[in-house]
Each structure stands twice: as C-alpha cells, then as structure tokens.
C-alpha cells in the first residue's frame, strides 16, 4: 500500500466532518472517494494534505506515519494536491503557476525539470498556448487544468485531485478523466475525489462511497458502478 | 511606459540614467529647484521626512503589499527603534550610534516576532485589530514608563559622528537664475541641529540600500512565498510553501526596517515622547503604501513621497491642510484603488479583464 488511511476522524469545531475512514491506495493505481456534497470528501483530502488537524486515527505513507507532519513535509515526500474549485493563485500567470507547484524542489533550471514542465504542457496543450496568461483570467476548465498540471510539477508520487470535473461542461469532463487515465498510466498514483460517480468508478481501480463522514462501501469500480444501491444513490440510475 | 523605454537602453546608458539620477536626488536639497522647494519650511529638513517616509513604507509594504498582512501598529515597530536609541545613547547609556542603530533594529525584529509568533496565527480582520492595539500598547507603556522617560519623553540625543571634511555651497534662484549662494553652505559630512541636508544623505542611503535588498527578495523563493500566500493561504500550503514561517519572515523584516527608520527619526529629531507615536502615524504609513500602490516598490516610494511632501509643500493651506489632504486620499480610494503604481501584475489583470469583458459584450451583440 502507498497509502494507508486508519481510523480517520476529524472535527470542524464540535462537529465531526469524518469519523473512522479507513481506505488504502495501492500504489499505481486510481482510487476514488465519491459521496454527496458535505460527506467529507474534501476534508478527507484536506487532512491527508496536512491543512487540517486528525482528531484520531493514522495516516502512513509508503510505511512513514505522516498524521502529523507539516503540509510542507507531505510534498517533499510526493503527495500533491490539485484544489477544489477554482484553486489556482489568479493573479499568477500559468507558468508562474506552475513553477510554484514545483516549490519543494530545489533544481528550476535541471532537465528534468524541463522535462515535467514538458510532460503538463503534453497532457494540457492548452496551458503551452497561454503559458503567459493570468490564471484569473482563463475559463473554470482551463483552470482546472492549470491546478491538475501544477500538482504533477511536484513530481508527485501521489496526487490527490479534488472534484476535477466540477463546474465543467460534459464534453470537456470526458476530457479531464481521460487525462486522469492517463496521468495513472503514466506511474502517478492517483486518489480522485468525485461527485461524478460514473466517471469516476469506470475510471478508478478502487472505489470507497463517503455518507456523512463515514465510508459505507468499498469495492472495485466496477463493482460498485454495478451496486443497486450506489446507482440508486449515485448515478441517478434506475430505481 | 517608462519601464518599457527604460528597459530599451543599452545596458551602459541604463547605468548612466540611474548614475545620474542618484546624483541628482542626493543634490536636490543643495540645487532648490524652484516650484519643488518649500517656502514655508526648511527644504533639507522636509526631503529628510520625505526620505523617511520613503524608508518606513518599503519596510510596510514587505508586510502589506508582499505578504498581505494588513498592519495598522506599524508605528510601534518605529517608536521601538526610537527609544532604543534614546535610552543607549542618552537616558541610561551613552553608546556610540554606530553601535546602537544595530540594536534598535534588533529590538525592533525580536518585538516583531514576540508580536508576530502568536497573532499570525489568525487572519485577516483579526490581524489588523492586534497590530492596532500593539501600536497603542507601546505608546501607552512609553507614557507610563519612568523607566522609557515618561510622558516627558527623552531628550538630548546625540548626533552620529561626523566627520567634516569641506563645505559644499547651495544654489539660490533669482528671477529663474542659478546663482552659488557661497553664504549658505553644508558642511560634508556633518550632522548638526541646524542642517538637516546629512541627514538627508544618510537617510536616502539606506533607502537605496533597501531598494536593493528588497528587489533581490522580491524575485527570490522568499518573494513567490510571499506572493502565492497573499493569493490564496490554503493552496500556498498545498504547494508547500510553510506559510507561517514566511509570514513571520516578512513581519520581521518589516519591523526591522520600522525600527531603523525609527532609529533614524529619533537622532535627527534629538528627542522623542510617546507622542510622536500616535496612531495616525500609522494610518499615515499604510496611507503612504496603499496611495502609492502596494506591492510595487516603486508605487510606495511615489506613496511616501506624495504624503510626506505635499502637507509641507503647501502649508500656506493652513487649516485646510489636513483636510485638503483627506479628500485627496478619498478621491485616489475612488478612481484609483488599487494605488498610483500598481504592480505590474495587478495592471496586467485589470487589462485582461477588460479585455474579457469586451470580448462577452461583443459575443453578445
């Protein structure tokens, strides 16, 4: 496993946002977390980043315990994490945007360096077109691209991507988890939080369903995808 | 515009624009010009507050501008680095000031991070309202404080040490002609009560020296922490920039750069109370960095200038002053938000944005 999840529980307050997630993620492969709007997706991976405080349980990756190292440890050690939303720094230009995904590292002028920079701008032509533009002033697909393209400039072992097809119009979502797909393919381990559940479980290896901060089932994609009561809940499906 | 020509030069007439405009600058309380001399007060004295100003909003907009933490005590950090040098050099020792300007810059960063350590920990509104009560706490403690001289203050500061060396005589104008005025003459280089064009001079040299030190941080991996942390705090964390230790960075260079000009003010000045450290001080200087335009250097050095000038340009206003100078603020708050010189990228922006806009409105007819 290159990630572990034991046990999870994390307040906002007084208010538990999750409570005992467990879930591992083998390392190369697509794992996803789908659920409704206010589950606990997000702060799932918000805690696995390090922005939020674990009340209880353990987070190890690749056998280091890291439930309490700084966000900044988490990176050096390759997890990345593309934001929800509209998370890029808007008044930052793309290719300062993404110079400031690659912070931890220390070799801006190596070939590999290059390379990565090579490699995002392969998988999202459209951020070479506007290397020079505002991120601010690109569309919401655009800059979701940019937030995808940026977390791989860490070099990320694992990159954890955050409703990456929110807000965006059917034919470029198919776009986006094709990338997904092929992000996976090329050796990242990728952990996809979604509420789009079909893409997400025919694209995921592993799939776990979040319902108020705890995992009610866990399964293969396809397994789940074929669940009657993930379908009834999840992909509108037929009841 | 003028950045865009500038960049144009050859590389040795870029050198020689800069030369000369430096040489000019430090000439200017020597040459009078008219129109820009004051009349009602002594120019030397007033390009010495300019030049202050100047220095105390660089070290603002390291806190406002780059880090966007918003600082309303700012003056606390100042009134720190000015009773440092009073109590050394006067009140309880008699230190040389070469040796007590690095203290007071140091007191001033180790008051900074004592401030910083726990209430950057909160954001936004929050920061702003413990900056202010900071501020009046040092104000009122120098008040109270026989110790720090009390309401009475501290007085007889010494000069720094001079050395003179010969006497450079100031241009008079009469009728719009240049004339040697041989009767009036600054000794180089000499601090004295009377003269205040040394002071200047020493003054507009640390200003130069942190024009420096501040563009190199700027583009530095202190400078895009900065940057991406005023943007969005949460996704800097995410990239790994470790924002509270850059957070703190940035207070304390602030403070230290306050506490210098503080230390400054109060050798020029030869005594300092705590009334010199009021809290309209503090709205003064971020006034100084948010007309002038925060984040550019080059914006809050056009900020400071304007507001440290102009009161004593027109002074003939008298009562209408302050008042005058109140709705000139307002009136830049509402046709120009975002500063005089804006940074390049906010323009950028703006021009993109409009850009945008024009683009909808035409899809749309």
């Known amino acids: ?239 | 515009m003028i950045r865009e020509r500038f960049a144009a030069l050859p590389r040795p007439a870029r050198y020689a624009v800069v030369v000369l405009v430096t040489l000019l600058v430090y000439a200017l309380p020597l040459l009078n010009p008219p129109l820009i001399t004051t009349t009602g007060s002594d120019f030397g004295g007033v390009l010495f507050t300019v030049a202050s100003f100047v220095l105390v909003a660089l070290g603002l907009n390291v806190v406002v501008g780059y880090a966007g933490l918003l600082d309303l005590g700012y003056v606390g950090f100042y009134a720190v680095g000015a009773y440092t040098v009073a109590i050394l050099t006067s009140l309880h020792a008699h230190l040389s000031w070469p040796v007590v300007v690095p203290i007071a810059v140091l007191a001033a960063v180790i008051s900074g991070i004592v401030l910083g350590a726990p209430t950057l920990r909160v954001r936004g509104d929050y920061l702003a309202i413990v900056t202010l009560g900071f501020g009046e706490i040092i104000r009122i403690v120098a008040v109270n404080l026989d110790w720090l001289g009390a309401a009475a203050g501290v007085s007889s500061i010494p000069e720094p040490p001079s050395v003179g060396l010969f006497d450079i005589p100031h241009v008079a104008w009469e009728g719009g002609q240049p004339l040697i005025d041989l009767g009036n003459q600054t000794r180089f280089f000499e601090f004295g009560v009377v003269d205040a064009i040394p002071f200047y001079w020493l003054a507009l040299t640390m200003v130069l020296v942190i024009l420096c030190a501040d563009s190199l941080l700027k583009t530095s991996r202190v400078g895009r922490a900065w940057e991406s942390t005023r943007e969005d705090e949460d996704v800097a964390e995410l990239m790994g920039v470790a924002t509270f230790r850059y957070k703190l960075l940035a207070f304390a260079i602030g403070a230290a750069v306050g506490g210098l000009s503080g230390a400054l003010f109060a050798t020029r000045q030869g005594f300092v109370s705590p009334d010199s450290f009021k809290l309209l001080l503090s709205i003064l200087f971020l006034a100084a960095v948010v007309v002038g335009g925060q984040g550019n250097r080059w914006g809050v050095v056009l900020g400071a200038i304007l507001v440290a000038y102009l009161p004593e340009r027109f002074r003939f206003f008298d009562d209408w002053r302050v008042f005058t100078f109140g709705l000139a603020l307002m009136v830049l708050a509402v046709w120009r938000p975002q500063g005089l010189l804006p940074p390049r990228r906010t323009v950028r922006a703006r021009q993109l944005a409009a850009e945008i806009d024009s683009l909808e409105e035409g899809a749309e007819a």
């Not at chain 1, 492969?29 to 206010?38: E, F, K, P, Q, V």
């Not at chain 1, 593309?82 to 912070?103: H, I, K, Q, W």
């Not at chain 1, 290397?131 to 979701?144: F, H, L, Y």
């Not at chain 1, 996976?184 to 079909?198: C, D, H």
């Open chain 1, 1 to 239: 496993m290159l990630l572990e999840v034991e046990g999870l529980s994390v307040n906002y307050g007084h208010i538990e946002a999750i409570r005992g997630v467990s879930f591992g993620v083998e390392e190369g492969t697509i794992a996803t977390l789908i659920g409704a709007n206010g589950a606990g997706k997000t702060t799932t991976l918000k805690t696995l980043s390090g922005l939020r405080k674990v009340r209880e349980g353990k987070v190890v990756f690749d056998g280091t315990d890291i439930t309490n190292l700084s966000p900044e440890k988490r990176v050096k050690l390759g997890i990345s994490q593309s934001p929800e939303g509209r998370g890029c720094f808007p008044g930052m230009t793309v290719r300062e945007n993404l110079d400031m995904g690659a912070y931890v590292r220390k070799d801006r002028r190596s070939k590999a360096y290059a390379e990565d920079l090579d490699r995002v701008f392969t998988l999202f032509p459209r951020l070479k077109e506007r290397e020079k533009q505002v991120a601010g002033s690109m569309s919401g697909g655009e800059q979701q691209m940019l937030a995808m393209g940026r977390a791989l400039m860490a070099r990320p072992r694992l990159v954890l991507l955050d409703e990456p097809s929110m807000g965006l119009a059917p034919k470029l979502i198919q776009q986006i988890f094709a990338i997904i797909t092929e992000i996976n393919q090329q050796g990242t381990t990728v952990l996809l939080v979604e509420q789009n559940a079909a893409q997400a479980l025919k694209r995921a290896h592993t799939a776990h369903v979040l319902e108020t901060g705890e995992i009610v089932r866990s399964g293969t994609g396809t397994e789940l995808a074929g669940d009657p009561a993930v379908k009834a809940a999840y992909l509108g499906g037929d009841v």
